[in-house]
């Protein structure tokens, strides 16, 4: 085995190398890591990053599991990321659908009262053009008043 990795100029902060080397001897202890799933990994507590070893071994066969380790982390985490998106695309999509529904449906009762208004200004029209008419007899009516005391006189 060779000797255990801990090069400051890479500028690895204290605790991703302490998660890495907790990863590392979790996966030789595991024997690769086949008892649970990689999102099951989660980082060290703080109090276990500061009294565990921080370095990393530059094993082959350690690199390989870690490396595999991570590959399936980071499929979980792509996987989740497609799975909340797809439900993100779900719910607006839907969430559109009702939202044009709403916009439609008041589309339609704009126009019915935009009906409504006009046939309101029709009656106005025909309630104005009775008054006029009212107006007219009422004229008809003076005048044949005035010819019928010229007429009877």
Do not use: W
């Not at 099951?40 to 599991?65: E, V």
């Not at 006029?132 to 003076?142: M, N, Y």
């Amino acid at each position: 085995m060779n000797p255990p990795f801990n090069d400051p100029s890479l500028h690895i902060s204290h605790e991703d190398l302490s998660y890495i080397a907790h990863t590392q001897r979790t996966l030789s202890h595991h024997g690769g890591g086949g008892g649970g799933s990689p999102s099951s990994s989660r980082r060290p507590s703080t109090s276990s990053t500061h009294s565990g070893n921080a370095s990393i071994s530059l094993d082959p066969g350690a690199l390989a599991q870690l490396s595999a380790h991570f590959d399936g982390l980071l499929a979980a985490i792509t996987s989740r990321v497609e799975n909340l998106s797809q439900q993100t695309l779900k719910a607006t999509t839907a969430h559109h659908r009702r939202a044009s529904s709403v916009a439609d449906q008041a589309t339609r009762e704009i126009e019915r009262l935009r009906e409504i208004l006009r046939q309101c200004d029709e009656l106005q029209n025909e309630f104005l053009k009775i008054k006029r008419i009212g107006e007219i007899v009422k004229g008809f009516r003076t005048r044949v008043s005035v010819l019928e005391q010229r007429i009877g006189k």
